[in-house]
Each structure stands twice: as structure tokens, then as C-alpha cells.
């Protein structure tokens, strides 16, 4: 017998006990896939006729399920009709994973003067939405939508860092709210220093890539290695690249090897195939090895992670596998998720994973994408200038009453881990910015009832000391107070950049706000919607477009001109939803 056939007897075996057929011509030539019901041996005359089968065989297994894939089967091999060319997705069950709190509530000033979060980068979120919209035509699950990484999508012009002594410049803008009568906006802009393209340092990049078989799909596999080509046209010489692969174990395809060996790393990448299970932790553990192995001093030690997130062989409980990365980021290995594919995506898992990795996550559903992410934006996604960046803002009680942070759910920090250095919080690459969006109730026109007793929201409710009174703020012209904390590329001891909020932008209508600072709020009111807009009071999804084509402004990518089209097809099934 020969090797082909060797491999293919199991499948024929196999595909013995799922087709089955009525001993009658009469009932064989119908089409009812529910007569379909008592399994008959298939009777092959030779071993290229087994061969043929199992050909057959693999490519349609994958496509139907139940009774469908019965009646399939039964025409393609007893009557001897071609196989349909379906994709695969049509019978899948879509088994995507997404996990996520609830929105932000509104904090009393009076009880909460402080609020602290980490910074986030990511921008998987947007791009899934999109995909899931355009693509799909459906509206995406309240839990997949992230709001902060919607807005951070988008490129701001904000000021610049002029050295990277200060790497950091805060930009800020307020204005009423569109979607709240009598709330105010107040955006917060963070632009990271960016140097010149020559100055960025040598890569030691390692790509653990999901070849398991729930990666055969063109927008999985295909894609990916046609990511990576792009990519690795545009390294540089001095850079390192290892490649490794997971299904059903782990395995290493390509040591570390110099970027200028374009031939060799090509053909590595080429010769990926998908198929097993996946043992997701084995291959995190073997690229930790590579990259420590080639790790370069004062370089970039990156391991990019390029799966669907279906882990289901090895440790695959998500806290088992952020403890796991969360050991190794201590050896100044940063990492980088980038997501591929539907119906099985693991969005909890690819997005949890960059954030106790110190890296960013991004999802790549076109060569668009890619190019953005790893090419346009290549610098920012390795070349990490600060990390641990969290931002706190104080809001004076004797001008605001009420405040709610747009985004940030799972970046929550508590009061007193902005000012220790122990605590992990979010990086930021080179040239990246990160926007967020407070609203805001003036004091005496918040919707939440005074307390009773009046609270110290100086101190803790738990803790407070009613002898004495809250102190006055320092200035009753100022709004709010901002704080940012950071630790430099070398260091452990975090530096602070502060920054206070005045309020003669207040009376500043949304509509003479400037392009950006629109454009980002309509990008925000856009994200809540889509949770579902339980804070919302006004406007609707036709005021919404108008706004984002108002705000459109410079447009060079014409990612914002995307966006509208996405907001008007959005509006479009919502519709579709309502009438039926």
C-alpha cells in the first residue's frame, strides 16, 4: 500500500460511517438530506479511487455538518456529482469570544475626585467591528466593542514632542456634548515623540504563527504569510527574524536569522501549512526561548503572536496563560497580538494576552490592515519609548459635579496605583497617540441625587475624618487637573507630566469645536451606540453621519471616510432589525 493511500484510508474509513443512503434508485435520486439516515459501507474498486475520495473527502469536511454534510457526501460519491463550492463559514457555528465589563458609570465629584486608568494602543476592536459590518453585514456584539480602541484607530493632529526628554505632550479641548443636552465634552490628546525613521534600533523579532487547522481559511493562513512578506520587505538588514509554529505541539521553523536573508526567511514563510490542533502554550513558551536567545541589548525583543486565539491543547485558560506571559515580560520581551479570521476568533484571549505581554493588539481582515499595522505603522507597533503610562485626573468639585470616562472599562486603575511603580499599565510605541473623552455635568446640573450627609471626597468613605472640611480648590477657574506617569525606555523610577484644564473653553458649542476634536467625539458617540447607547439622550444614527462627514477633515489614508461607511450601512441594518 502506499504512503498516500496509508494516509488516506482513516478519512475513507471515516467518511464510510457518515455517508448513507435507501437501497432504492428512486429514493437515492432525491435530494431530502433527512432520508439520509442508515450508514452503508462505500465500495471502492481501486486505490486511486480511494485516493479521489479522500481528496474529496478533506476538502468538504470542513464546509457541512449534520444532515448536510450527509446528502453532500452521499451525491458528491454514490451519484457521482461535484462537490459545491460553499464556503466553509455558511455551516460553521460561529463560536467567537468576547468578554468585557459594563460602561463606565457616572462618579460623583464629591465622592470620587480622582479618576486613574492605564492607556491603551490597541485597535483591534475597530477593525473587528468593521469586518463584522462591512463584511458580514451584521451589527457586532455589545461586548466586542471597545470605544477607546475605536477613537485610537484614527490619527489626530495633535502637537508634538519637540525632545524625547519629555516624550509626551497633553492636548485638550472641550466643548457641549451632541448627545447630552446641558453635558460637556473634555478630550484628552497624548502624542508620543517620534524620531527620525533612521534612529529606530535593531529588531529581534520572533513569529509564533498559528498553523492549527482552524487556520485553513484564506482570511487566516493565506493572509497572515502574505502579512509577514510585506513586513519583512520592509525591515531593515541589521534586523533578526525566527519563526515559529503551533498546532498540535510546538515547533521552531527558522532560527534567528538576518533580515538581509530575504531568499531564505521567504521560503519559510511559504512553506506554512495549517492543519491539527492548536497548543497555544507550547509555541508562547518556545518563542520566549527564540527571542531570549537572539535578544539584543538596547534593541527591540518583540514576539508577535498571529492566531484566530483558538487555543484548545495545552493551557489554554486565559489566567494561566497571562501569568505565563506575564513571567517572561520581566525579561524585557515585549508582545504583540495580531488576529485573523472568523467564526472561531478568540477576542477575549488575543486582546488580554497584549496587555500583561506590554505590547498592543491589532486585527488584520485585509492586506489594508496589514500594511497599516505593520508597515505605516510599523515603528509605533515595535519600538516601545515608555512604559507603565497612566493618566489621572482630578476634577474640582467647585466647577464639576459629575464626570463619565467614554471607553478604558478594562484599563480601570485604583486611586493609589497611579503613584506606584509596581503596577503595570499600558506602553506606548513611538509616534502613538492616545485620545480619551470625559463627560462631564457642571456643578448643580448633575443627574445623580445629592447624598443626605454630604460626603469627603478628599478622603475615603470608609476612612473619613468629619471633623474636618473639604479644603477649597486652588483656582475656581480650573476645571481639572491632569496627571500623567510614565517610566522611560531605561529605568524603573516613573517620571510625572502635569497639565491643568481651565474653564473658558466651556461655553464653546460642539459645532464650533475644532475638526479633530469632533471627529473623535462622533467616533466615540458612534462606539456607544453600538454598545447599545444607555447614556445617550440625544441625536441619532443620520446626525451621527452628518456629524463624522462635517468632521471628516484631512483625510490622507481615507480610513475616516471608511468610517462614515461604516456608520451608514450600520444604520442601514439597524433599521433592517427594527422592521422585523
Known amino acids: 500500500m502506499s504512503p498516500t493511500i496509508r494516509k488516506a484510508l482513516p478519512v475513507a474509513i471515516l467518511l464510510a460511517g457518515l455517508v448513507a443512503c435507501q437501497n432504492s434508485t428512486e429514493q437515492k435520486s432525491q435530494k431530502d438530506a433527512t432520508q439520509y439516515t442508515d450508514p452503508v459501507p462505500v465500495v471502492l474498486s481501486s486505490p486511486q479511487e480511494l485516493e479521489e475520495v479522500t481528496v474529496s473527502a478533506a476538502r468538504v469536511m470542513p464546509a457541512y455538518a ?12 454514490m451519484l457521482a456529482k461535484p462537490m459545491p463550492e460553499i464556503p466553509p463559514s455558511i455551516f460553521e457555528q460561529n463560536s467567537e469570544n468576547y468578554r468585557g465589563p459594563a460602561d463606565n458609570p457616572i462618579r460623583l465629584v464629591s465622592e470620587q475626585p480622582l479618576s486613574t486608568f492605564s492607556v491603551d494602543v490597541d485597535t483591534a476592536s475597530y477593525a473587528n467591528i468593521r469586518r463584522m459590518i462591512l463584511q458580514d453585514g451584521n451589527l457586532p456584539p455589545l ?76 482570511n487566516k493562513l493565506p493572509l497572515l504569510k502574505k502579512s509577514l512578506l510585506m513586513l519583512l520587505d520592509n525591515l531593515a538588514a541589521q534586523d533578526k527574524v525566527s519563526l515559529v509554529v503551533y498546532a498540535g505541539a510546538a515547533g521552531l521553523v527558522l532560527p534567528a536569522t538576518a533580515a538581509s ?39 527591540i525583543n518583540r514576539v508577535l503572536i498571529a492566531s484566530d486565539g483558538d487555543m484548545n491543547v495545552g493551557v489554554t485558560n486565559i489566567d494561566q496563560l497571562k501569568t505565563l506571559i ?11 497580538t495580531l488576529g485573523f479570521g472568523t467564526g472561531n476568533y478568540n477576542d477575549a484571549l488575543m486582546e488580554e494576552l497584549a496587555d500583561v505581554g506590554n505590547g498592543n493588539a491589532a486585527y488584520i481582515d485585509s492586506l489594508k490592515e496589514a500594511y497599516k499595522v505593520l508597515i505605516h505603522q510599523m515603528n509605533a507597533t515595535l519600538h516601545t519609548i515608555a512604559s507603565d503610562v497612566k493618566i489621572q485626573v482630578e476634577f474640582n468639585p467647585d466647577q464639576v459635579s459629575e464626570y463619565r470616562l467614554v471607553g478604558y472599562e478594562n484599563r480601570i486603575l485604583n486611586r493609589e496605583d497611579f503613584n506606584n511603580d509596581k503596577v503595570d499599565a499600558g506602553d506606548i510605541g513611538m509616534g502613538h497617540q492616545v485620545t480619551a473623552i470625559y463627560e462631564l455635568s457642571l ?7 445629592e ?34 506617569r510614565y517610566k522611560a525606555k531605561q529605568g524603573d523610577a516613573s517620571r510625572l507630566i502635569e497639565k491643568i ?64 461607511n461604516i456608520a451608514e450601512i450600520a444604520a442601514s441594518i439597524d433599521q433592517q432589525i427594527a422592521l422585523q
Open 451 to 484: 447624598l443626605r450627609y454630604g460626603q469627603d471626597g478628599y478622603k475615603d468613605a470608609s476612612r473619613r475624618d468629619l471633623s474636618k472640611k473639604r479644603p477649597k480648590a486652588v483656582r475656581s477657574d480650573e476645571l481639572a487637573y491632569i496627571k500623567l
Open 143 to 218: 461586548e466586542a466593542v471597545r470605544v477607546e480602541e475605536m477613537i485610537n484607530y484614527f490619527h489626530y493632529d495633535y502637537p508634538k514632542p519637540s525632545s524625547e526628554d519629555q516624550p509626551f505632550n497633553i492636548d485638550t479641548e472641550l466643548s457641549t456634548s451632541p448627545w447630552n443636552n446641558d453635558k460637556y465634552l473634555m478630550r484628552i490628546g497624548l502624542q508620543a515623540y517620534e524620531p527620525d525613521m533612521q534612529q529606530r534600533p535593531s529588531a529581534n523579532l520572533v513569529f509564533l504563527v498559528d498553523v492549527s487547522g482552524s487556520m485553513q481559511s484564506k
Open 261 to 299: 536573508e530575504k531568499a531564505k526567511i521567504r521560503s519559510a514563510i511559504n512553506g506554512l501549512e495549517a492543519g491539527g490542533s492548536t497548543h497555544g502554550s507550547a509555541g508562547i513558551k518556545l518563542a520566549y526561548e527564540q527571542a531570549q536567545q537572539a535578544f539584543i541589548e538596547g534593541g
Open 66 to 77: 449534520g444532515a448536510e454534510r450527509k446528502r453532500v457526501m452521499y451525491d458528491s460519491i
Open 501 to 564: 484644564v481651565n474653564t473658558d473653553q466651556l461655553a464653546i458649542p460642539f459645532k464650533q469645536a475644532s475638526d479633530e476634536h469632533r471627529f473623535a467625539v462622533s467616533v466615540a458617540e458612534l462606539g456607544q451606540r453600538l454598545r447599545g447607547g444607555k447614556n445617550l439622550s440625544e441625536g441619532n444614527m443620520q446626525e451621527l453621519i452628518m456629524q463624522l462627514r462635517n468632521s471628516k477633515g484631512s483625510d490622507k489614508f481615507s480610513y475616516r471616510g471608511e468610517l462614515i
Open 443 to 449: 456643578k448643580g446640573e448633575g443627574s445623580l441625587p
Open 326 to 336: 506575564e513571567r517572561k515580560r520581566k525579561s524585557g520581551i515585549a508582545l504583540t
